[in-house]
């Protein structure tokens, strides 16, 4: 059994920045591409950005293009969400999400909630304009 951990969510001006982290822990040696959403007050939960099994692939949303970057760091089970340019419409619970599909290309990535097996339990992210 895999766990997702995410952390480094808090309360930021406009224009700060954070760094998001998940971490799996359990048998991660079957964790495929992972991904990051997020839910804010009142709407559905949104594709944030994506980052394939070998890393080397990223998609990111439209909205967050530019300002947010995915990354990950396999040796520590682990992908980040660096985010800069903070915007009052960033207020989210961010979600990371993992799958376990050992036939996927290591360069693939997906972007609907429907591609992924688990979730973590979110961290809140509070931009204050």
């Known amino acids: 059994q895999v766990q997702l951990v995410e952390s480094g969510g808090g309360l930021v001006q406009a224009g700060g920045s954070l760094r998001l982290s998940c971490s799996a822990s359990?048998?991660?040696?079957?964790?495929?591409?992972m991904g990051w959403f997020r839910q804010a007050p009142g709407k559905e939960r949104e594709f944030v950005a994506a980052?394939?099994?070998?890393?080397?692939?990223?998609y990111h949303a439209d909205s967050v293009k530019g300002r947010f970057t995915i990354s990950r760091d396999n040796g520590k089970n682990t992908i980040y969400l660096q985010m800069n340019s903070l915007k009052p419409e960033d207020t989210a619970v961010y979600y990371c999400?993992?799958?376990?599909?050992?036939?996927?290309?290591?360069?693939?990535?997906?972007?609907?909630?429907?591609?992924?097996?688990?979730w973590g339990q979110g961290t809140e992210v509070t931009v204050s304009s």
């Open positions: 999400a993992a799958r376990f599909r050992p036939s996927d290309r290591t360069s693939s990535y997906y972007f609907r909630m429907t591609e992924y097996d688990l």
């Open positions: 980052i394939s099994r070998s890393g080397g692939s990223t």
């Open positions: 359990g048998r991660t040696s079957t964790t495929g591409a």
